[in-house]
């Protein structure tokens, strides 16, 4: 069951990383990219990314 | 409608945007002077491109034409029709 939970996080409980504001892009890029955020910029590409 | 204009409206949706982002991102982070700093900025150009914009195009929401010389809120183009 711990290879499944490495970091012993309680079960059946939701977490989300607080986000801390680092940079950001200027805005004609970020209306491109759709977010403001270089850090939440992640396009779904429909692959399995629990390994990543 | 004109290169200069087309810009200068793409300029507004983008600060638009980002605003937006900040609005969001801030709701659940009140105390982040930094980005409410930030946020300030993008609001006040923003203000600047749309004031810019208004006084050389026309209106942006219906409220702008009541500064205008005319009822120009029906001139063309529509939203739906503008080539970006």
Not at chain 1, 1 to 30: E, G
Not at chain 2, 7 to 24: D, G, H, M, S, V
Not at chain 2, 46 to 68: F, S
Request: negative net charge.
């Amino acid at each position: 069951m711990n290879d499944m939970n490495p970091i012993m996080l309680r079960l059946a409980q939701a977490y989300v990383p607080f986000q801390t504001y680092v940079n950001r892009w200027d805005p004609m890029k970020a209306l491109m990219m759709g977010t403001i955020f270089p850090e939440l910029y992640r396009p779904y590409d429909g692959r399995d990314r629990r390994r990543d | 409608m004109h290169r200069e204009q087309l810009e200068l409206l793409k300029r507004i949706q983008a600060l638009e945007f980002t605003a937006t982002e900040f609005n969001l991102y801030l709701d659940t982070h009140p105390g982040d002077q930094r980005a409410f700093i930030d946020f300030s900025n993008t609001v006040r150009e923003l203000e600047q491109q749309k004031e810019l914009y208004t006084r050389n195009y026309g209106p942006l929401i219906v409220d702008d034409t009541a500064r205008q010389p005319c009822w120009n809120w029906i001139d063309d183009p529509w939203p739906w029709e503008i080539e970006y």
